[in-house]
């Protein structure tokens, strides 16, 4: 999507929260993403970036806010629910304002293709069900 992610994310056998995950992820991304408009002199984005960060984070020291401080996690307890999410993740790029693809398939950034026909498209993909032991409640 063009200003943000949706994923399924598993943390089997980690000792991490999802938060601290995701958060870290951000944070690297983040200075990625600003290395990258400072080595193309992009500076009318990075002075907007610079434009959002708060007093408070200013005062300490952050130069710029690339991702919105907001995250929304839904634990995924049964397959139907994964099911629920999964098939949102991949409509949601071919619905309301977006209309990026036709089909889900053919959204260059989706797992939907994967999920379809087993080839990836952009990313390597690996099936929930691979993760999951499916004695998960239906």
């Given at each position: ?66 991702f919105q401080?907001s995250f ?7 397959e139907k ?58």
């Amino acid at each position: 999507m063009p200003n943000h992610l949706h994923a399924l994310i598993a943390l089997k056998n980690s000792d991490k929260s999802i938060n601290a995950v995701v958060s870290n992820a951000k944070r690297f991304m983040a200075y990625e993403i600003v290395k990258r408009l400072t080595d193309y002199e992009k500076r009318i984005v990075l002075n907007k970036l610079s434009d959002a960060v708060t007093p408070s984070d200013r005062r300490r020291g952050k130069l710029h806010q690339v991702f919105q401080p907001s995250f929304d996690c839904k634990n995924c307890y049964s397959e139907k629910f994964i099911e629920q999410k999964l098939k949102y993740i991949h409509d949601n790029p071919c619905r309301g304002k977006w209309n990026l693809a036709d089909a889900p398939s053919e959204y260059k950034h989706s797992s939907a293709k994967y999920y379809e026909t087993g080839e990836h498209a952009a990313y390597a993909v690996i099936n929930y069900k691979e993760i999951y032991d499916m004695d998960l409640t239906t």
